[in-house]
Nanobody
Framework: QVQLVESGGGLVQAGGSLRLSCAAS????????MGWFRQAPGKEREFVAA????????YYADSVKDRFTISRDNAKNMVYLQMNSLKPEDTAVYYC?????????????????WGQGTQVTVSS
């Protein structure tokens, strides 16, 4: 049974930093591209960042480029999202997702497995 479990969310002031983690189990982790998405109240789920299975290539939404960094540790079955210079508009539930065999996608429908999400709240 595949499980993705996010952690590291919380309340932070604007300009601060948070590091989200996602622990994966029940899958051959290196075969999966991993993505981070977020969903704010009343809005659709949106792409944040993705990383290929090898970890060598990453993709970012324009809104987070140069502030967020996605990384992975295939030995530990972990993926991370380092978030710096946080803004109130970054407030959302953040989800990690796994996409088998993909190069990394910004489309939620291409992902096979999802975590339960972790809340990030940025105060002004």
């Amino acid at each position: 049974q595949v499980q993705l479990v996010e952690s590291g969310g919380g309340l932070v002031q604007a300009g601060g930093s948070l590091r989200l983690s996602c622990a994966a189990s029940g899958l051959t982790f290196r075969y999966y591209a991993m993505g981070w998405f977020r969903q704010a109240p009343g809005k659709e789920r949106e792409f944040v960042a993705a990383i290929r299975g090898s970890g060598g290539v990453t993709y970012y939404a324009d809104s987070v480029k140069d502030r967020f960094t996605i990384s992975r540790d295939n030995a530990k079955n972990m993926v991370y999202l380092q978030m710096n210079s946080l803004k109130p508009e970054d407030t959302a539930v953040y989800y990690c997702a796994a996409d088998l065999g993909a190069a990394g996608s910004s489309y939620p429908d291409t992902y096979d497995y999802w975590g339960q999400g972790t809340q990030v709240t940025v105060s002004s």
